[in-house]
């Protein structure tokens, strides 16, 4: 039984830190991918490890999809747009280069969360600007 190498631990930790997994959900996915044997990612062997990664890089790439489309349903609220066009995807693209300096399809993962809670935002003072125009 060989165990883990070096560089897969960096990795699975970095994933881990990525995904926000606390103490409890490591162990789970440690036991989950041992099929019970160890919660140590220590005792883990390659394969094991190696399953543990596609894991977490597949539920990453999941949440990166659907934070993608968050924002993407976020502009079309601030722009108030039905049909999606490229100018529009050019307008969010323009937007996010200059706050993140770099397009939505080419954003980090750790881009996106942050991408997704401005857009949040710029939706909210776009909708607080919308209700002033109203009321006044």
Not at 110 to 117: S, Y
């Amino acid at each position: 039984m060989t165990l883990r190498t070096l560089s897969q631990n960096s990795r699975f930790h970095t994933l881990l830190t990525q995904r926000k997994f606390d103490a409890y959900e490591k162990r789970e996915l440690v036991l989950a991918c041992t099929n019970g044997r160890t919660d140590s990612s220590k005792l883990m062997t390659v394969d094991e490890m190696a399953a543990a990664i596609k894991h977490l890089e597949d539920d990453q790439m999941t949440s990166i999809k659907k934070m993608r489309a968050k924002i993407i349903n976020i502009a079309k609220d601030i722009f108030s747009v039905t049909d999606w066009e490229q100018k529009d995807y050019d307008a969010l693209n323009t937007f996010l280069v200059k706050k993140f300096r770099a397009p939505l399809h080419k954003l980090s993962y750790n881009q996106l969360v942050d991408a997704t809670t401005a857009m949040e935002k710029w939706r909210e003072s776009a909708q607080n600007k919308m209700i002033e125009k109203l009321f006044n």
